[in-house]
Every structure is written in structure tokens, then in C-alpha cells.
């Protein structure tokens, strides 16, 4: 681990990014090195330095000044040579695009070009983080590039789809405005395209700075540790009294996770996207940790297709880069509905699943209130193959709630029974002393020590390393 990777001694940096053509690149600041630089076209490349922190990164702009971005097949290799150069020098790639396409003109040599550049961003998956910016038009080939990445920033101007309004009013006769069909409220609510939101480009790539600071620059990497002064043993009280006294009341459970980061500091990424599951990046004792949590202010913090896309990518891309995975449960299931179960809810369901069966990093979970049923073991349950599996005592582990339980169980009693098998069901079954005898549960913990024991686990479980099975890739759900 590096301490204050890409940073001066003082913290500040004096290399200004610059963002535009490649001869305005060198004159704006003379250590940005060019790639590609003879090469006419809306595409410029080049290795050079972020914003505030100084990070190394290669960075590509795709001018949309220029033929309105459209790609021919020089501006896709340029793509292709930039993220072969992040690639050999094992930092990370960040693409600031805008683009109405693959270039008509040159017919399927521009095809051709879009090709290679989608597959040498496919040789960078998992190796070193991909980050786009996406600040205008994104047609088509151009569009699916910002899937590809691992985290896209959308500015207002941002309009991302592969078939535009009017493919759209003729197929279907709905009649769309750029913006409604993909704009950045889209992508960012309905979509989850867009992993983070800025005003322009120069924020959105402060927005980038901020999201890389909490990464390694490749895989073999282990993230940078930041010194700070939050100690290890704070302890949390408030969070004794975060629960609402209503087993079915809501909380926002991104004050659990500010209370266990460091400073209270945490970045959501693709907070608008299903909104019931938080995915989120903090620090504790100055290390980066990616946190999976429930959110019972949506949904009541159940499980739909969208959530478990979310929780699957997000832990597929901690696992990537190293980043220990610590998951927060209060959930009451999987939601049902004929709808989601026609659009493939076990397919999908099973995408976060196999996410934490292969995660290899340190992986901690807290039960904080309700874990039922199939949602329980998905959300990296201990015989999905977590280190740690902890619990405060409010936790609530069973195959479903009482009142469920009792109507199965005792549907031929009156309304009176049930309400008395009700709360027995409850005293016996609804805590975490019956899974903690079978050792499903490591330990169960006061809320006020639950940023001492997590800290000190993570540190712990640091050294963790897991010997990978030799197969070519797993075949998981998509």
C-alpha cells in the first residue's frame, strides 16, 4: 500500500489537466504527453494528471466541436492506443466523450474502428479502473462504450441511447424528446448509467479525481491508505438508537454508514438507481471499504432486479480492485409480483449471488435488524463464504417474519391465536442468538462498538488472500 499515492508533499498539485485537442493539450500544460497527435479528428489522447489530487491517468476527449464527435475509424484506434498505453502502464484510462456515432462517411471501416476500441476497453476491465464522462450526445456505438466503464459521470447536457427518438416513433409511435428517452435523469433513476452527477466537464473530472482517490491504479494493487486522525475505536452511540422502535418504521441507512466511516465521509455511487440498496465507497482507519446496505427508506429495503444488477456490479468491482466488502442487512426479502418474476427476478437475483460466492476480498456483514429468507443469504450471508458475519442484537434472522410464519404454520386458528403464536414465533425465532448457537452468527455486538469492531476486523483481514480456481471465467447469470 502507498500512503498519499499521487500527491505532493504538501497535498497540492501543481500539473493542471488539460482536457482539449492534443495541440491545445501541450500548450496548456507541457507535461501532458500526446498519443496519436498527428491524427486529424474529434479524438485526442494523452497521459497526463487529474485535477486536485494529480492523479496519473491516460484521458481521451472526444471533441463534439468536431463533426459532432462522430467516430471514424483513426478516432476509434486513438480510443484503442490510449487504453492499450493505461494498460501498459497500469494506470487508469478516463474517457471524456461526446459523440453522435460511428462516422457514415466511412462506412464499415468507422464500424470496424468502434470494434477495436470496445475490445481493448474490454482487455482493461478488471485490471485498471475505466471512468467515463459523458457531457453531450451518445449515439449508439458510442453510447455502449459508457456501459462498459466502470463508473460514468453525467453532466446535464449528457444524452446517452443506442436507438434515438425517432427509431423509437416509428417502431413504436411514442414520440420522445432526447432527454426524456436518455437523458441524465434517465440514466441516472431509471437506468443506473450514471454512477455519479456534475455540473460540467471540469467538475465531472474533479468527480473522477474524488471516485479514483479511493482506488488502486491496477488490480495487482491494493488501494492507497490515508492518514487521518478518526481513531479506530470511536465509539458509535447514536447508532444504539438508530433502529425506530416500530419493526416495520424506516431509517436512512447511510447515517449507520457515516457513522462507521471515517469523518462521516462516504461517496454513493448510483444513489437515484434503486434506491433501496445503497452501494457506497468510505474509509475506515484510512482504508478504503465499499459498503453494500439495505435501504429501508425505499421499498422497505427489499430486493428487485434492479437492486440485486446494482449490488452484483458494485461487488464484482470492489473484488476487482481490491477493496474489502463490508454489507449492512435489514431486509425483509425479495419483492414479489408476477412482473418481476416474468423478467427474470431468479436470473437476476442470482447475479448477486454469484457476485459474493467469487469475491475473494475481506468481507465483513452486519445484521442490524431484519435478514429473511433468500434475501438473508444473498446479502453475503456466512455459507455464502463471508470472514465475519456480526449481528446487534436487534437483528432478526429467520426464514420469514412471524406474522408470515403464523398464517402458514396456523392459518386453521382464529385471529386470537395467532396473535399470541405471533409474539411466541417472535421471542423464540426474531433474534440473533439462535443462528449465533449454530454459528451462523461469529458474534453479536452493541451498536455503540460497531466502528471498533468492524475497524479492528478489517484490519485483521487484511492479509486475506484466496488461492482462485485455474478456469478460464465462471459462466454467471447476466
Not at 140 to 165: K, Q, R
Not at 274 to 283: D, F, G, I, K, M
Not at 425 to 433: A, D, G, R
Request: proline share 6%; glycine share 10%; net charge negative.
Amino acid at each position: 500500500m502507498r500512503l498519499g499515492a499521487n500527491r505532493g508533499a504538501d497535498g497540492a498539485v501543481s500539473e493542471v489537466m488539460a482536457i482539449g485537442p492534443a495541440d491545445e493539450a501541450r500548450e496548456a500544460n507541457p507535461t501532458f504527453l500526446a498519443l496519436r497527435a498527428g491524427v486529424k479528428g474529434p479524438a485526442a489522447a494523452g497521459v497526463t494528471r487529474l485535477p486536485v489530487t494529480g492523479r496519473k491517468v491516460v484521458l481521451v476527449r472526444i471533441d463534439r466541436k468536431v463533426r459532432r464527435g462522430t467516430l471514424a475509424a483513426a478516432d476509434s484506434e486513438t480510443i484503442a492506443a490510449a487504453a492499450h498505453t493505461a494498460l501498459a502502464q497500469r494506470i487508469p484510462l478516463v474517457v471524456v466523450l461526446a459523440s453522435a456515432g460511428a462516422d457514415v462517411f466511412e462506412g464499415a471501416a468507422s464500424l470496424d474502428g468502434w470494434g477495436r476500441a470496445a475490445h481493448a476497453l474490454t482487455e482493461c476491465s478488471g485490471v485498471i479502473p475505466v471512468v467515463m464522462v459523458a457531457y453531450g450526445l451518445a449515439v449508439s456505438g458510442p453510447a455502449l462504450l459508457l456501459g462498459m466503464a466502470d463508473a460514468v459521470v453525467m453532466t446535464p447536457e449528457a444524452v446517452a441511447y443506442v436507438s434515438g427518438p425517432a427509431a423509437v416513433a416509428q417502431l413504436t409511435g411514442l414520440h420522445l424528446a432526447p432527454e426524456e428517452l436518455g437523458g441524465q435523469r434517465v440514466h441516472a433513476r431509471s437506468t443506473g448509467v450514471a454512477a455519479l452527477l456534475a455540473d460540467d466537464v471540469p467538475s465531472g473530472l474533479e468527480t473522477v479525481a474524488g471516485f479514483l482517490d479511493y482506488l488502486p491504479d491496477h488490480a495487482d494493487e491494493e488501494p492507497p491508505v490515508w492518514p487521518g486522525g478518526d481513531p479506530a475505536n470511536r465509539p458509535t452511540p447514536e447508532l444504539r438508537d438508530l433502529l425506530p422502535v416500530s419493526p416495520t418504521g424506516s431509517y436512512d441507512v447511510r447515517h449507520a454508514i457515516a457513522a462507521i466511516a471515517d469523518d462521516a465521509a462516504l461517496l454513493e455511487l448510483r444513489a437515484g438507481w434503486a434506491p433501496q440498496l445503497v452501494t457506497a465507497l468510505c474509509r475506515v482507519e484510512g482504508r478504503t471499504v465499499g459498503v453494500v446496505a439495505n435501504q429501508p427508506q425505499s421499498m422497505a429495503g427489499t430486493l428487485d432486479i434492479a437492486a440485486s444488477q446494482k449490488g452484483a456490479r458494485f461487488v464484482g468491482f470492489c473484488d476487482s480492485f481490491n477493496v474489502p466488502l463490508l454489507t449492512l442487512v435489514d431486509t425483509p426479502g425479495f419483492m414479489p409480483g408476477k412482473d418481476l418474476e416474468w423478467r427474470g427476478m431468479i436470473r437476476h437475483g442470482a447475479q448477486l449471488v454469484f457476485a459474493y460466492a467469487e469475491a475473494t476480498v475481506p468481507r465483513v456483514c452486519l445484521i442490524m435488524r431484519k435478514a429473511f429468507g433468500g434475501a438473508y443469504i444473498v446479502m453475503d450471508s456466512k455459507g455464502m463464504g463471508n470472514d465475519l458475519c456480526l449481528a446487534w442484537p436487534s437483528a432478526q434472522v429467520a426464514v420469514m417474519g412471524a406474522q408470515g410464519a403464523v398464517q402458514i404454520l396456523h392459518r386453521r386458528e382464529d385471529a386470537e391465536a395467532q396473535a399470541r403464536l405471533v409474539g411466541e414465533y417472535e421471542e423464540s425465532y426474531l433474534n440473533p442468538y439462535v443462528a449465533a448457537a449454530r454459528g451462523f452468527i461469529d458474534q453479536v455486538i452493541d451498536p455503540g462498538d460497531t466502528r471498533k469492531v468492524i475497524a479492528s476486523s478489517l484490519r485483521m483481514l487484511a492479509t486475506k488472500r484466496e488461492r482462485i480456481v485455474a478456469r478460464k471465467h465462471g459462466n454467471g447469470p447476466l
